[in-house]
């Protein structure tokens, strides 16, 4: 009771000033606190009738005579009624009083007697007590019955305000039914100390119980995921220590169908006068958390083949790397042989068929705990772990380029496909090894080897990457730093057996710091990057200038030939970049020959066509190098248009003594004449290779016989006036 009364005064709100106001509004003053005191010992037996008449006069209602029919609870009634009416004339009329007299009505309210029952027997006190201290006076029967009115009144006011107070309790309870009706949350309050715990029927609803009012804390720690039960307990508790503002805590509940739904509870703890209470929403968030996970799924797996992506092949990688590993286990990276040219001829709707297809292909070909990942285009990474040995991986790569040379029908398409991987393990002596990139390394070994097969990573492909990556760097930066020279070799004709100076090859040259880099180090490095455009411009550009410069000097039928790269005829505006530079130089088209490979015709595209005809257009001749070595048809001569053949220096160099080269070196020489195009042999280093070309008719050779490449200047030195080279 006394925490009630406690939580009663506090919802009263009476301060010590309001209970000043209340007297002043009264007009109290200390003479009437005295007046009374003086009176009250003379009215004790006033009391004691009024009280036997007062229960009398209730006894006649049939609710108070409920409350009243007990012999010793009206007697005890009828004892605290009198200690009532002695505080009342005695006081003081202090905190105390007030808090008593607060108590006694709340007393009356808990038994059952209304705030009328309660008016009415204040009436009747006073009317008693003015009959006896008024007697007969006049006007004192008026003053009661005036008593009797204000009273009733006093009644019909307080029945105003407290219907006024009730409609907007009811108002007030309708409006929070309607909130908990409309909103998505289920709404919990938390008595601790009684661990009583009050839902609402949303909060069942989504668990999908039967509602129920009231339950406890282990009912509802009961139903939380075991995974997910120590974070909520902790959530809780950091709240109620004063470590968190508030609770907020995301967990999985069980459902009425014994599966789980992710909710999100919110609450804050109050200290009320019977105890803590903690009150907040639940909601249900099964619906977020599923596309988080989505989202989550998609930002770690690749759309089209649904494989993990590069992000979730770092967890992956990482979470094997931090394991304590008995086994071994290894990196394969794959990727497709020359996968462009599906896409190009018969369109990415395709080629992405042909990628679900690897995909389910590279799959089958995996064990129990495998991981395979996309890296992106045609590039694919599985991850071995549990490797009894290094050689499982090898059996795994095999199985894969097994199951990809099988042919795959794709929209009506047979297609063969193969791939090249390289394999790495994930440990290297016991210390993790940088797998992604030591198989990458091993898949272009793969891929410099020949393609359709796999490599292993050694220490080796580490350093060459290394030295390839000081080249590139080096070598993008020497133009800049005139690092670049060019030397020329001599191109004779044969007169009567005697050479004589036709023109000159020009041959690239790089000196990094000092040392000149030897030619087969750097021209692939060179060739493998966008460098060789800019390279190969500078080339034409100084060889032109310097042969026009030997023309002007006297060496009129001079010619230069210079080697392209298939870069360069890639460029869309070659043509018109290399009629500047012979305006620029002053250079003949007919004095200029530009070299192209076998290897280079073979990547026919439109473009590579149509750049050749532009430039034999403007009257450069085309040679093609090295013929015999690669694959080049026959159609090929007749296809493109050339001017020149070279026969390659292996086959020079065989001739006279070796038959089989003699006989394919005669054919060749054949096959150019017949066709209309001049032969130049490469690599003659001997006077009987020179004599067997004359016999030949070959009508023009070069090689170490007449001269090494050398830079221009040494080169003018063995110049005769004649013409004839000095051998």
């Given at each position: 009771m006394k925490n009630e009364l406690k939580a009663l005064l506090e919802r009263v709100s009476l301060k010590a000033e309001d209970i000043q106001v209340r007297k002043r509004l009264l007009q109290w003053r200390t003479a009437d606190a005295k007046r009374l005191n003086q009176a009250a010992g003379s009215l004790d037996e006033v009391h004691a009738h009024f009280i036997d008449r007062l229960y009398e006069h209730l006894a006649r209602f049939e609710r108070p005579a409920q409350i009243l029919d007990d012999p010793d609870g009206l007697e005890r009634l009828k004892q605290s009624q009198k200690r009532y009416y002695q505080r009342l004339w005695m006081g003081p009329y202090d905190r105390d009083y007030v808090n008593d007299r607060l108590l006694v009505g709340l007393v009356h309210q808990r038994v059952?007697?209304?705030?009328?029952?309660?008016?009415?027997?204040?009436?009747?006190?006073?009317g008693e007590i003015l009959e006896e201290l008024l007697g007969d006076a006049p006007n004192s029967k008026l003053y009661g019955s005036l008593l009797k009115a204000v009273f009733f009144d006093m009644m019909l006011a307080i029945d105003t305000y407290s219907t006024a107070q009730r409609q907007a309790l009811e108002d007030s309870e309708a409006r929070l039914?309607?909130?908990?009706?409309?909103?998505?949350?289920?709404?919990?309050?938390?008595?601790?100390?009684?661990?009583?715990?009050y839902l609402s029927e949303r909060w069942t609803s989504m668990l999908g119980l039967p509602p129920q009012t009231t339950t406890s804390s282990d009912d509802w720690f009961s139903r939380v995921h075991p995974d997910d039960l120590p974070g909520l307990r902790g959530a809780i508790s950091a709240h109620m220590n004063g470590l968190a503002p508030s609770f907020c805590h995301e967990y999985r509940i069980r459902t009425v169908r014994d599966d789980y739904t992710w909710v999100l509870a919110r609450g804050v703890i109050e200290e009320g006068p019977q105890g803590p209470r903690m009150a907040g929403s639940q909601a249900d968030i099964s619906g977020r958390k599923r596309a988080e996970a989505s989202l989550r799924h998609a930002a770690r797996h690749d759309p089209l083949t649904g494989l993990a992506n590069r992000m979730h092949l770092d967890e992956l990688l990482k979470k094997v790397q931090t394991r304590v590993h008995s086994r071994d286990s290894a990196l394969l990276f794959v990727d497709l042989d020359r996968f462009k040219l599906i896409n190009d001829s018969l369109g990415h709707g395709t080629g992405d068929k042909v990628l679900i297809e690897v995909t389910a292909r590279l799959r089958r070909c995996l064990r129990p705990g495998d991981h395979l990942a996309r890296f992106g285009g045609d590039e694919f990474v599985a991850l071995l772990g549990d490797l009894a040995c290094e050689a499982d991986a090898e059996g795994v790569a095999r199985r894969m380029l097994d199951a990809l040379r099988q042919p795959m029908l794709i929209d009506f398409h047979m297609l063969t496909i193969s791939a090249s991987i390289g394999i790495a393990p994930l440990?290297?002596?016991?210390?993790?090894?940088?797998?992604?990139?030591?198989?990458?390394?091993?898949?272009?070994?793969?891929?410099?080897?020949?393609?359709?097969?796999?490599?292993?990573?050694?220490?080796?492909?580490?350093h060459t990457a290394k030295r390839q990556l000081a080249l590139e760097s080096a070598l993008a930066q020497a133009l800049e730093r005139n690092e670049y020279s060019l030397?020329?070799?001599?191109?004779?004709?044969?007169?009567?057996?005697?050479?004589?100076?036709?023109?000159v090859e020009a041959l690239l040259r790089w000196s990094d710091q000092g040392r000149l880099v030897p030619p087969q180090e750097f021209i692939p490095v060179l060739e493998a990057s966008s460098g060789i455009v800019r390279v190969g411009e500078w080339v034409l550009q100084e060889a032109?200038?310097?042969?026009?410069?030997?023309?002007?000097?006297?060496q009129a039928q001079m010619h230069c030939a210079v080697n392209l790269s298939i870069r360069q005829l890639q460029e869309h505006d070659f043509a018109d970049r290399l009629m500047l530079i012979l305006d620029e130089t002053g250079l003949a088209p007919g004095s200029l020959v530009l070299e192209i490979t076998e290897t280079l015709l073979m990547q026919d595209s439109m473009l590579v066509r149509n750049n050749l005809q532009r430039i034999a257009g403007l009257g450069v001749r085309l040679a093609l190098d090295d013929f015999g070595t690669g694959y080049c048809s026959l159609g090929y001569l007749k296809r493109f248009p050339l001017h020149i053949l070279k026969v390659d220096r292996s086959f020079i160099s065989g001739t006279p003594e070796n038959a089989e080269s003699l006989v394919i070196s005669r054919a060749i020489i054949g096959l150019g004449q017949s066709l209309g195009l001049s032969v130049v042999a490469e690599g003659v280093e001997e006077q009987a290779q020179l004599d067997f070309l004359t016999a030949e008719h070959c009508p023009f050779v070069q090689g170490y016989w007449f001269s090494r490449p050398i830079p221009a200047a040494q080169l003018q030195e063995m110049f005769s006036e004649s013409g004839a080279f000095n051998v």
């Amino acid at each position: 009771m006394k925490n009630e009364l406690k939580a009663l005064l506090e919802r009263v709100s009476l301060k010590a000033e309001d209970i000043q106001v209340r007297k002043r509004l009264l007009q109290w003053r200390t003479a009437d606190a005295k007046r009374l005191n003086q009176a009250a010992g003379s009215l004790d037996e006033v009391h004691a009738h009024f009280i036997d008449r007062l229960y009398e006069h209730l006894a006649r209602f049939e609710r108070p005579a409920q409350i009243l029919d007990d012999p010793d609870g009206l007697e005890r009634l009828k004892q605290s009624q009198k200690r009532y009416y002695q505080r009342l004339w005695m006081g003081p009329y202090d905190r105390d009083y007030v808090n008593d007299r607060l108590l006694v009505g709340l007393v009356h309210q808990r038994v059952g007697v209304d705030l009328e029952w309660y008016m009415g027997a204040y009436r009747l006190y006073l009317g008693e007590i003015l009959e006896e201290l008024l007697g007969d006076a006049p006007n004192s029967k008026l003053y009661g019955s005036l008593l009797k009115a204000v009273f009733f009144d006093m009644m019909l006011a307080i029945d105003t305000y407290s219907t006024a107070q009730r409609q907007a309790l009811e108002d007030s309870e309708a409006r929070l039914a309607r909130a908990l009706r409309g909103t998505e949350d289920g709404i919990w309050d938390w008595d601790i100390n009684q661990d009583r715990l009050y839902l609402s029927e949303r909060w069942t609803s989504m668990l999908g119980l039967p509602p129920q009012t009231t339950t406890s804390s282990d009912d509802w720690f009961s139903r939380v995921h075991p995974d997910d039960l120590p974070g909520l307990r902790g959530a809780i508790s950091a709240h109620m220590n004063g470590l968190a503002p508030s609770f907020c805590h995301e967990y999985r509940i069980r459902t009425v169908r014994d599966d789980y739904t992710w909710v999100l509870a919110r609450g804050v703890i109050e200290e009320g006068p019977q105890g803590p209470r903690m009150a907040g929403s639940q909601a249900d968030i099964s619906g977020r958390k599923r596309a988080e996970a989505s989202l989550r799924h998609a930002a770690r797996h690749d759309p089209l083949t649904g494989l993990a992506n590069r992000m979730h092949l770092d967890e992956l990688l990482k979470k094997v790397q931090t394991r304590v590993h008995s086994r071994d286990s290894a990196l394969l990276f794959v990727d497709l042989d020359r996968f462009k040219l599906i896409n190009d001829s018969l369109g990415h709707g395709t080629g992405d068929k042909v990628l679900i297809e690897v995909t389910a292909r590279l799959r089958r070909c995996l064990r129990p705990g495998d991981h395979l990942a996309r890296f992106g285009g045609d590039e694919f990474v599985a991850l071995l772990g549990d490797l009894a040995c290094e050689a499982d991986a090898e059996g795994v790569a095999r199985r894969m380029l097994d199951a990809l040379r099988q042919p795959m029908l794709i929209d009506f398409h047979m297609l063969t496909i193969s791939a090249s991987i390289g394999i790495a393990p994930l440990y290297r002596d016991g210390q993790p090894l940088d797998a992604l990139q030591a198989a990458d390394l091993a898949l272009y070994s793969a891929k410099g080897a020949g393609k359709d097969r796999f490599a292993l990573y050694y220490d080796g492909l580490q350093h060459t990457a290394k030295r390839q990556l000081a080249l590139e760097s080096a070598l993008a930066q020497a133009l800049e730093r005139n690092e670049y020279s060019l030397h020329y070799q001599p191109i004779c004709q044969l007169v009567d057996g005697k050479p004589y100076l036709a023109g000159v090859e020009a041959l690239l040259r790089w000196s990094d710091q000092g040392r000149l880099v030897p030619p087969q180090e750097f021209i692939p490095v060179l060739e493998a990057s966008s460098g060789i455009v800019r390279v190969g411009e500078w080339v034409l550009q100084e060889a032109c200038r310097q042969v026009r410069d030997w023309q002007l000097a006297g060496q009129a039928q001079m010619h230069c030939a210079v080697n392209l790269s298939i870069r360069q005829l890639q460029e869309h505006d070659f043509a018109d970049r290399l009629m500047l530079i012979l305006d620029e130089t002053g250079l003949a088209p007919g004095s200029l020959v530009l070299e192209i490979t076998e290897t280079l015709l073979m990547q026919d595209s439109m473009l590579v066509r149509n750049n050749l005809q532009r430039i034999a257009g403007l009257g450069v001749r085309l040679a093609l190098d090295d013929f015999g070595t690669g694959y080049c048809s026959l159609g090929y001569l007749k296809r493109f248009p050339l001017h020149i053949l070279k026969v390659d220096r292996s086959f020079i160099s065989g001739t006279p003594e070796n038959a089989e080269s003699l006989v394919i070196s005669r054919a060749i020489i054949g096959l150019g004449q017949s066709l209309g195009l001049s032969v130049v042999a490469e690599g003659v280093e001997e006077q009987a290779q020179l004599d067997f070309l004359t016999a030949e008719h070959c009508p023009f050779v070069q090689g170490y016989w007449f001269s090494r490449p050398i830079p221009a200047a040494q080169l003018q030195e063995m110049f005769s006036e004649s013409g004839a080279f000095n051998v």
